[in-house]
């Protein structure tokens, strides 16, 4: 299975400032179809996972602008320009290059 | 709008089955698929596995693959997940999500369900 390994695991963060969330793959998530299959996904307390980036670098349906994601073959960027207090939750980095798709340990951001 | 509703809780014991169903509407049932993921207390998600809604063919994660069976009802747009011979290890929240198809490949889970606490207790 392909490990994925996300950094930090905890993120305090200040309302206005930027973060960033590191993910990382054991194998290459780019495909020869030149779609790189990293998906980002918040799960705010008490709620289901909802999406935010999918194929690396694209913003979901609704998801703010503040957020954006890049990467490589095999090192991935989740980024929030400016976090704000609903920014708060556990976020997960997912690959689809393989089945079984595997997630990330999960980054708890939090509002210092 | 989509939507993707859970049955409720379940409460059962070592050894049991559990049959958790997630019934959707607002969209065609038959061109996406539908994906399970567990997430144990206070833990993180796990995929457990897809199956296509148009034929029924089934992935399963390999943990699993020996007890967990994925049915569709195509009248109902309702998906099925059933978990045989559980263990303790085995309460947590059930999600079921729909997952979308890019590039002839198995993609993101767009929408989720509310998801169902399953409980194994004796």
């Known amino acids: 299975d392909i490990v994925m390994t996300q950094s930090p695991l905890s993120l305090p963060v200040t309302p206005g400032e930027p973060a960033s969330i590191s993910c990382r793959s054991s194998q290459s998530l780019l495909h020869t179809n030149g779609y790189k299959y990293l998906d980002w996904y918040l799960q705010k307390p008490g709620q289901s996972p909802q999406l935010v980036i999918y194929l690396g670098s694209n913003r979901a349906s609704g998801v703010s602008d503040r957020f954006s994601g890049s990467g490589s073959a095999t090192d991935f960027t989740l980024r929030i320009s400016r976090v704000e207090a609903e920014d708060v939750g556990v976020y997960y980095c997912?690959?689809?290059?393989?089945?079984?798709?595997?997630f990330g340990q999960g980054t708890r951001v939090e509002i210092k | 709008q989509v939507h993707l509703v859970q049955s409720g809780g379940e409460v059962k014991k070592p050894g049991a089955s559990v049959k958790v169903s997630c019934s959707t509407s607002?969209?065609?049932?038959?061109?996406?698929?539908i994906n399970w993921v567990r997430q144990a207390p206070g833990q993180g998600l796990e995929w457990m596995g897809w199956i296509s809604t148009y034929n029924g063919k089934t992935k399963l994660a390999p943990r699993f693959q020996d007890r967990l069976n994925l049915t569709t009802d195509t009248s109902a747009a309702t998906a099925y997940m059933e978990l045989r011979s559980l263990t303790s290890d085995d309460t947590a929240l059930f999600y079921c999500?729909?997952?979308?198809?890019?590039?002839?490949?198995?993609?993101?889970?767009?929408?989720w369900g509310q998801g169902t606490l399953v409980t194994v207790s004796s």
């Open positions: 607002g969209y065609n049932f038959v061109i996406y698929g």
């Open positions: 997912m690959q689809t290059r393989q089945t079984p798709p595997t």
């Open positions: 999500a729909r997952g979308v198809t890019a590039g002839d490949t198995h993609s993101f889970f767009d929408f």
